[in-house]
Every structure is written in C-alpha cells, then in structure tokens.
C-alpha cells in the first residue's frame, strides 16, 4: 500500500511533509488508490487548480487507519492550465460520481471530504441523495469574499485575454508551499466563472445535506467571506454535524499543515458517525 519512505515511519502522522513532498515527486499529478482493510472507503475530492496529492498525506493517515482511500484528478486538473478552460463544473460532478458509485460497489459506507472545489462538489453530490456516510467539507466557500464584483469583473476581462495569475496574500505567498507547488500558477479566467456558478448551486442545494458533517475552515482564510464557516455550518440540515477552525493556515490548509490533531479530528469524525 505504500513504498519503503513510510513504511519506515510509526505513523504518516510523524513524516515531514517536505520529504514526502520530495518522495512522492513522480505522483503529483496522479490519482491516487490506497486499500483497506476495515470495509470503509473514503472519497478524497481536490481543489479547484489543484491535484489529489494535496489530500494525498490525510489519504494515507486513514489507509492506516484501515480505510480504503481514492482520490481521482478532475477533469482539466494535473496537466496544464489550458485543459481547464472549457471544462464545466458539471464535469468534476460527473468525476466525483464516478468515483463514488466505484467505492460503493465494494464498500458499505463510503464517507466523503474535499478541500475548497472539492468541498462544493461533496456538498452538492450529498445533497444529492447519494448514499454518502458522512461528509467533511475543508475550507468549503459559501460565498467568496466580493463575489458579486468579482464575477462581474472575471466576465470583463475575460473579454480582453485568457489567463489569470493567481494572487496570494502576504504571508502566504510562500513559494515553497507545497498548496502553491502543486496548483496552476496561472487559470483560465473562464474557468473562476465556473467555480462561482458551482457556488450559486451549493448555495440553493446546502439545505438538503442532511448526511453527518463535519465543516472545517482556517481563520486566516482570504478567500471567503466573513462569517463563511456559519453560514454554512446553520444552512445544513444535519443532525449530526460539527464545525472546527484551523488557525495559522492557508485557506487550502490540508497539504501544508503541520497540527496533525486535524487529521485526527477528521478519523475520529468518521468513527463516530
């Protein structure tokens, strides 16, 4: 299940993030598949830009667990920005089914988590009535902060070129981050406008996920609105259903942080429900 660099460790838990990084070079871009042993599956669903390996070290922490882990690249992702630009959200649906209903043939339960993008999509895939077991949704934006002004101004600009580059804030702007060395550094600008039509549906659709949740968010995140987490977290319908802040983090935080409590948070979320 997993190559000699783990295995050498205790835990996924006690690896250092950069060396896995360094490892598992030949595989950004790859989906990745881990088998389990408990019966349990999870669905690990990536960001918008990004690739699975972003969820890649929270796969093989569940694996250990005994959880059978898959993570699929979406449709555009992991090659080069311009494969991105006349993909619809409704194509990382389709991805995103595809791989559960696969996990579903063979498993009971199957739990679903993504981070940002991937966090709409299981949104909108539980909402959907798919037999999902439970749900964590990371850094999942409800609204994004001057949303309306920003579509307004993708739709503009998109008039005069193609590309965007990506902003980031001071003090996450770190190029070494692996969240920034494993995305697209550039985006299509088509491409932002579908990630806001994805938002307009989670925002009609929320209502109905009534599946166990788990809403998981940084208080440092520059890309949502105030007040994201709550809105999100009262617009739910689950019975079962807990929210955490992650602090000091990037608004994708999974990949680079360090706090392993979260990963177990995470493991212990899907134990419980």
Not at 186 to 205: A, D, H, K, N, W
Not at 229 to 257: P, Q, V, W
Request: charged share 25%; glycine share 6%.
């Amino acid at each position: 299940m997993v190559n000699q660099f783990y295995k050498k460790a205790k835990s996924i838990l006690f690896a250092d993030p950069e060396e896995l990084y360094k490892e598992d070079h030949a595989v950004l871009g790859q989906p990745f598949y881990f088998p389990g042993t408990n019966g349990k599956a999870v669905l690990l669903i990536h960001g918008w830009t990004s690739v699975p390996y972003e969820l890649r070290r929270l796969g093989m922490f569940l694996n250990e667990k005994g959880y059978t882990v898959m993570a699929p690249v979406l449709k555009g992702h992991g090659t080069h920005p311009k494969n991105l630009k006349d993909v619809k959200w409704e194509e990382w649906l389709m991805d995103v089914e595809k791989a559960f209903f696969e996990l579903k043939e063979k498993h009971n339960e199957v739990y679903v988590a993504g981070t940002s993008m991937g966090a709409s999509l299981a949104a909108v895939l539980a909402a959907r009535g798919a037999d999902v077991a439970g749900v964590v949704l990371m850094a999942m934006p409800h609204t994004v902060r001057r949303e309306r002004a920003a579509t307004w101004l993708a739709r503009f600009a998109s008039l005069f070129k193609t590309y965007q580059k990506k902003y980031y804030p001071p003090g996450f702007g770190n190029s070494e981050f692996i969240t920034r060395r494993i995305s697209y550094q550039i985006y299509p600008i088509q491409s932002v406008l579908e990630i806001f039509r994805l938002g307009r549906t989670v925002r009609q659709e929320l209502s109905r996920v009534t599946q166990p949740c788990l809403v998981m968010q940084s208080t440092s995140d520059h890309i949502v609105a105030p007040g994201n987490l709550e809105k999100i977290f009262s617009e739910i319908n689950s019975k079962i259903k807990r929210k955490k802040y992650i602090h000091k983090a990037y608004h994708t935080f999974i990949s680079d942080i360090k706090n392993e409590h979260v990963f177990s948070d995470i493991f212990n979320f899907f134990e419980e429900n």
